[in-house]
C-alpha cells in the first residue's frame, strides 16, 4: 500500500521558519511529481509548490522567495522550507504525489495525498 506522510507542521510567531517532511513508501516504480498544497478554513485548496522528477520546481506567487520545496530521491521524501511566514500561511498543509504504481504488468501513475498537517502562524 502507497502512503505519503508528512511530518514537521506546528505553531510558530510571524517571521519565523518551518520546515515540512512528507515521505512517500510502498511499492511505487517512480515519482513524476511531488508537491504541498494548502487549504485554509473556509478555503478551497490550493497549490504552494511541486518538483518533478527533473528538477523543475512551480510555486504560488504568495510563497515565492520565501519557501523552497526539494527532494531527496534516495528516500523518496519531499521537503517545503518555509521563511519569513506570515499568518496568512495559516492551513493545513498536503503533500501530494503522482506516483507509478501498481504490478510489474500493469503499472500506471496515480495520484496521492498525505493526511496533511497543521501550520499555525501567530501574528
Known amino acids: 500500500q502507497v502512503q505519503l506522510v508528512e511530518s514537521g507542521g506546528g505553531l510558530v510567531q510571524a517571521g519565523g521558519s518551518l520546515r515540512l517532511s512528507c515521505a512517500a513508501s510502498g511499492s511505487i516504480f517512480s515519482i513524476n511529481t511531488l508537491g504541498w498544497y494548502r487549504q485554509a478554513p473556509g478555503k478551497q485548496r490550493e497549490l504552494v509548490a511541486t518538483?518533478?522528477?527533473?528538477?523543475?520546481?512551480n510555486y504560488a506567487d504568495s510563497v515565492k522567495g520565501r519557501f523552497t520545496i526539494s527532494v531527496d530521491n534516495a528516500k523518496n521524501t519531499v521537503y517545503l522550507q518555509m521563511n519569513s511566514l506570515k499568518p496568512e500561511d495559516t492551513a493545513v498543509y498536503y503533500c501530494?504525489?503522482?506516483?507509478?504504481?501498481?504490478?510489474?504488468?500493469?503499472?500506471?501513475?496515480?495520484?496521492?495525498w498525505g493526511q496533511g498537517t497543521q501550520v499555525t502562524v501567530s501574528s
Open positions: 518538483i518533478t522528477s527533473g528538477g523543475s520546481t
Open positions: 501530494n504525489g503522482v506516483l507509478l504504481t501498481g504490478s510489474e504488468v500493469l503499472k500506471r501513475y496515480n495520484n496521492y
